[in-house]
C-alpha cells in the first residue's frame, strides 16, 4: 500500500515540516523527479493521514522548500517546480541513511586491506621488531612491559628484543562500476524493482562520497543499450520498453575500468532479469523466452575476460525465478565473482556488506 510504503519510517517526534520532507524525497525518488506528482502523491497521503495541520498546511511545506533552497520555479509565477541540486544531494543523503545506517564522515576516507606493512593506519595489532621496521611504529607501552617481564624492574634495561611494533594497514583506492537494469521487467507486473535500484545507486554514490573520497564510482544503465549517467541524474531514472543487454552494459563497464589507475576494480550488477538482447554489427537481436544460448555464451565470455583482468563482478538479482538462478550461477562461476539473490527490501544491505568486504583486498 502506498501510504504505508512512505510512512513506515517516519518518526512521529519530527516537525510538521520534517515529517512531510522525509515522505517527499521518498516520493521523488518514486516520480523520477516529477515535483508535481510527488507533491499530489503528497496531498493524498495528506488526505488520509493527516500530515499537515491547521497552523501548517501544504502552501507552508512548498513555500518552505522554495526558501531553504530545495525547490526551484522553472519559470517566474509558473507554479512549476523542479528539484535544486540541494535537493539531490539531499536525497542521497537521505537514501545512504535508510539503507546504510548512519555513518561518520571521515578524514581521509581509504579502505583497509588485509594486509600489514608500513602504512598509516594503526591495526591495533602488535608484532615483535624487525630490521627495517620504521622507529615511529614501536609500541613503547608494549617494549616497556616486556622489559619489565623480561629483565625485571630493579635492574631495568632494553634490548631489541623487547620491543614491539604496531601493525600498520595498507589503504587502497578502487574504482567501481554500478550498472543498473532499467528494462521493462523492473517495473512489470505491478512490482516497483527500480525505485529501490535508484536508492542503492545513490546511497552507495554517497558512502564514496563520504567514506572513501579517493575511490571513484561510474554509474551504467543498460536496457537495448548501455550508457553512462551522471550522478545527479540518478533521481530522475525511468524504466524504458527495453530488452536486457547485459552485454553491452558489462563492456562499456569495463572500458570504463580500463581507463582508472586504482589496482583495484569491481563491478555491481543490479537485475531483475535474464539477458535478452545482443547488439552486434549495428543490428540488435532480441529474445525474450527462456535463455538464448547465443546471448548467455556472449555474456559468459564478457565474465571470463573481466575475470582474466581480475575484475569481480558482484550480481544482486531481484527475482528467484529458478532458470534465472540458473543463468547467475553460471555467470557468477565464469567470473568467480558473486551473487546474491535478494528481496527488495534487503538489497541495500547486501550491497554495502559486500563493498565493504571489496575493499579489503589488494592485487599485488
Known sequence: MLGHRFLTHIPDNLSPFDKLFEIFKQLITYTSGDVQEALSWLTELD?????TTPEY???DFIQDLKDKGYLKEEQPDSGSFAITGKMEQTIREGALDRIFGKLKRGSKGNHKTKFSGSGDESSGDVRPYQFGDSLEQISMLESFRNAQINHGIGSFKMTEDDLEVQ???HKTQTSTVLMIDISHSMILYGEDRITPAKNVAMALAELIKRKYPKDTLDIIVFGND???IELKDLPY?????YHTNTVAGLELAMDLLRRRKNA???IFMITDGKPSCLKENG?????????DRRIVNKCLHV???ARRVKIPITTFMIADDPYLQSFVDEFTQANQGKAFYTSLKGLGDFLFEDFEKGRKRRVR
Open 47 to 51: 488526505k488520509e493521514y493527516n500530515l
Open 57 to 59: 498546511g501544504m502552501g
Open 167 to 169: 601493525e600498520q594497514e
Open 226 to 228: 548501455a550508457w553512462q
Open 237 to 241: 531514472l525511468q524504466v524504458g520498453p
Open 264 to 266: 583495484n576494480k569491481q
Open 283 to 291: 543490428q540488435y537481436y532480441m529474445n525474450s523466452f527462456g535463455l
Open 303 to 305: 565474465a571470463q575476460a
